[in-house]
């Protein structure tokens, strides 16, 4: 048996019955990683040593019958999560060196679960890209066709899942960066509502938007990993103070009675026949499952990609001010005055992509300009918010593509921005919206490449969104293939 | 042109980012294109219509003041480029 190939919940039950020890597990996710990863380019960095007294710790725990279902359970965390004593990069030169002094509200979650990290996975630069390509660090591939983006920019993440170099994993989504490399790859990627996980030691981009969320190999992990990493935090105030439930009881419920809305706009053109085919397939699968679907409409839709292109950079913009050589991070020796020293230091240590949406946010909110541009977006999101909750006025969930078309070929994009960001238009509303979303596989396009649905709920209700992705996965079989490498 | 070259190199000077002559053409073009894009939303009339800069009501979130253990000083300062006496040095302000 190929250890590194076991789900979460797999993994725990030969744990429990001592079958495999957490130990063997983790070792077989390392050697998987040796002989894969010169390919894939997951990891930015790996934990090996601290990982295995981790598992060995684990597996103490286990033979004196304690623990819960992610002890001893090896998972890769996005380098924008910051852990004590073990670099964290975001992607960027100018975070290269930096060691936290303290960890993450979501890794010490995982840690007192006693998982076992793995190591710290690749990204776009502070989080800012559709394919991980604007990582400063590495190149990732994807592990269906080497020559593809991975999608990003928790592109990593996705890949070490699909790749089997790890069990599990935690990304962040700000405008679909969850979403869209889960589909890409294959996996399972769920995006919580904004406030359900807390972003207390989650480097910042957008803070209206970035949310942390599991990325996993179906979507029983998915629901095992929300249990652990979602509630309030004190040390985060827009975390919200909601009892969290048990999202594994999703797992039981079938589909009688849902109302699912299938808005028009996501289908009506400009989008991959390959994926059309796929995601109404879906459809048709969930119907058949007993659930009623109807057409909804969201209007504002059109108008997502312009209006996150605002609020997210100009957020960034402010966010992204504290990295000035000062207190952590790189900086410029040679600038013998404190301005130059910000400058050189911004501009030798921020990557391309980052300095464009950092002037594309100081100019949306720069006097003359701000009501023309950060104003109108703001307003034109209280928009986009109103379609979402008339469509949940009648449905339970919608469903939608998760992008117009399957993984695109790297560098494909990567001299055209703007295109780069229309391949965003199906995961911005949500993200704007706050509201929960999931990605899980429905197929593969004629080149091989998968496919995945997206399923929408309205605020806290990511029961509902497990609930339909399991019924949906159970009845079909994409999420058993693995890619060849 | 939506955005001139003078206003790019505005803009960055703002965002304390230094930017040569290939990176301002490169800037101007593309953040040209971009902002004609953002137009779109002329389209849509928002008389009227309230902004949203959260996603999520949440009414002031306090808390009570209580002084709490901090990151100790050493630490605080172990990824200082340059740090002296607890404190970060940097380069001379006033000449």
């Known amino acids: 048996m190929d250890l590194c190939r076991l789900t979460i919940h797999e993994a725990h039950e030969l744990l429990t019955r001592r079958e495999i020890t957490s130990i063997e597990l983790t070792s077989a996710v390392f050697d998987r990683i040796v002989e894969v990863e010169d390919r894939t380019g997951a ?3 790996l934990v090996k040593d601290r990982a295995m007294a981790e598992a060995a710790a684990a597996d103490e725990m286990i033979r004196q019958g304690k623990g819960g279902p992610l002890t001893g359970v090896p998972l890769a965390i996005k380098d924008i999560l910051c852990t004590e004593g073990i670099r964290t990069t975001c992607g960027s030169k100018i975070l290269e060196n930096f060691i936290p002094p303290y960890s993450s509200t979501v890794v010490n979650k995982l840690k007192r679960a006693h998982a076992v990290i793995v190591g710290k996975t690749n990204m776009d630069e502070f989080a800012m890209g559709s394919s991980t390509e604007h990582s400063a660090l590495k190149v990732t591939r994807n592990p269906w066709d080497l020559t593809r983006i991975p999608g990003g920019s928790s592109g990593g993440s996705a890949v070490a899942v699909a790749a089997d170099e790890c069990i599990g994993a935690i990304g962040s989504d700000t405008g679909g960066s969850i979403r869209q490399p889960a589909s ?8 919580p509502t904004y406030g359900r996980v807390s972003r207390f030691g989650l480097v910042a981009f957008a803070s209206s938007l970035d949310q942390i969320g599991p990325i996993a190999k179906d979507v ?3 629901a095992i990993l929300m249990n652990e990493i979602c509630g309030y935090d004190p040390n985060d105030s827009t975390s919200v103070p909601r009892e969290v439930q048990d999202y594994t009881r999703a797992l039981q419920a079938g589909l009688n009675g849902l109302m699912v809305g299938i808005p028009t706009e996501y289908f009506a053109g400009g989008v991959d026949e390959d994926v059309t085919q796929a995601v109404n397939a879906a459809i048709n699968v969930i119907e058949g499952l007993g659930a009623t679907c109807k057409s909804v409409s969201l209007p504002h839709t059109q108008y997502a990609v312009a209006v996150y292109y605002l609020i997210a950079p100009a957020e960034a913009s402010s966010n992204l001010a504290r990295y000035d050589g000062v207190r952590y991070g790189f900086r410029d020796k ?8 910000y400058r050189d230091t911004r501009s030798k240590g921020f990557g391309s992509e980052v300095q464009r949406r950092i002037i594309i946010g100081t100019y949306a909110l720069s006097a003359g300009y701000y009501d023309a541009y950060y104003g109108k977006a703001s307003q034109v999101r209280t928009l986009i918010m109103q379609d979402f909750k008339q469509a949940f006025e009648t449905c339970d969930v919608l469903l939608a593509p998760v992008a117009p078309t399957p ?6 994009k ?3 921005p703007l295109a780069m960001y229309l391949s965003d238009i199906f995961t911005l509303p949500a993200s704007l919206a706050g509201i929960a979303g999931i990605s899980v596989p429905c197929g593969f396009s004629k080149d091989g490449l998968p496919i995945g649905l997206q399923i929408l709920s309205k605020h806290f209700d990511e029961e509902k969104l497990i609930r339909v992705a399991y019924n949906f996965e159970q009845a079909t079989v994409f999420h058993t293939e693995r890619p060849k490498l | 042109m939506k955005i001139t070259k003078k206003e790019v190199v505005h803009v960055a000077r703002l965002a304390r980012l230094n930017l040569d002559e290939e990176a301002i053409e490169l800037y101007t073009k593309q953040l040209g294109d971009i902002l004609t894009y953002m137009d779109t939303l002329n389209r849509v009339d928002t008389e009227d219509v309230p902004p949203t800069s959260h996603a999520i009501f949440i009414n002031n979130a306090f808390r009570k003041d209580k002084v709490k253990a901090s990151v100790p000083v050493g630490r605080a300062l172990a990824n200082a480029p340059r740090s002296e ?10 000449g």
């Open chain 1, 220 to 222: 029983a992990d998915c």
């Open chain 1, 407 to 412: 993984a695109f070929r790297l560098g494909e």
């Open chain 1, 414 to 416: 990567l001299d055209d």
């Open chain 2, 85 to 94: 006496d607890g404190s970060f040095v940097v380069p001379k302000v006033i």
């Open chain 1, 43 to 45: 990891y930015i960095m």
């Open chain 1, 184 to 191: 890409h790859c294959g996996v399972v990627g769920l995006k």
């Open chain 1, 334 to 341: 040679e600038a013998e005055e404190l301005i130059q020293m």
